[in-house]
């Protein structure tokens, strides 16, 4: 079975831009989870996605947002980008809430 | 949130056990003691979790103190393959929702 699949892998904006990523979980999974991870702060929860719904949601601006399809892939929006958001950004799936999350290789983001 | 302290770096010789040791002194009475692991270059990998019992599985075990504020990941022989960043997490249910990292165990493993 396929694993946890983000496209790009690599990114490069500039202030004040907007980007899309996306990701695909594995097959069958229905919950997409999405976390930033930086140098200083960690890995963060930014919010999780279950059947088209969000379910979840961590302590980001509202610039950043995400969406799920039908298909349960799911992409997720920075609006507005700032330096500061530059980011490895993973998305992690999992079959249903009590289940261990599966993570992708993540998209690392540089803003510029 | 409960947090959880480890030692930023530890070293082992291949083919020998490795403990690698997190506090958790604030710990609630629900709160789950996840361990994950990340490779370079690749998204966590988890490892194993447990609430009170000790637990093992193919890759590691789990022995977690009788009060609950101390926790160690048990790799039983080390291979070159084990060098990661190895990250202790509380998460309020079983299955790690939402999860939140700290600096975690980046582990080296000499040949």
């Known amino acids: 079975k396929a694993g946890v699949t983000q496209t790009p892998r690599y990114l490069i904006k500039t202030r004040g831009q907007q980007v899309t990523l996306s990701c695909s979980p594995i097959s069958g999974h229905r919950s997409v989870s999405w976390y930033q991870q930086t140098p200083g702060q960690g890995l963060q929860f930014l919010f999780e996605y279950f059947s088209e719904t969000q379910r979840n949601k961590g302590n980001f601006p509202g610039r950043f947002s995400g969406r799920q399809f039908s298909n349960s892939r799911s992409e997720m929006n920075v609006s507005t980008l700032e330096l500061g958001d530059s980011a490895l950004y993973l998305c992690a799936s999992r079959l249903g809430f009590r289940e261990t999350q599966y993570f992708g290789p993540g998209t690392r983001l540089l803003v510029l | 949130d409960a947090k959880t302290t480890q030692p930023n770096s530890m070293e082992s010789n291949e083919e020998e056990p490795v403990h690698l040791p997190c506090n958790h002194s604030?710990?609630?009475?629900?709160?789950?003691i996840h361990w994950y692991r990340q490779l370079p270059s690749q998204g966590p990998e988890y490892v194993i979790h447990g609430l009170t019992s000790n637990v093992n599985n193919r890759m590691a075990s789990l022995a977690i103190a009788e009060d609950r504020k101390s926790s160690t990941l048990i790799l039983h022989r080390a291979t070159l393959r084990d060098a990661a960043v190895y990250y202790c997490i509380l998460s309020e249910n079983n299955a790690g929702n939402m999860l939140t990292f700290g600096g975690g165990t980046r582990l080296m493993v000499k040949p």
């Open positions: 604030t710990i609630s009475g629900t709160d789950y």
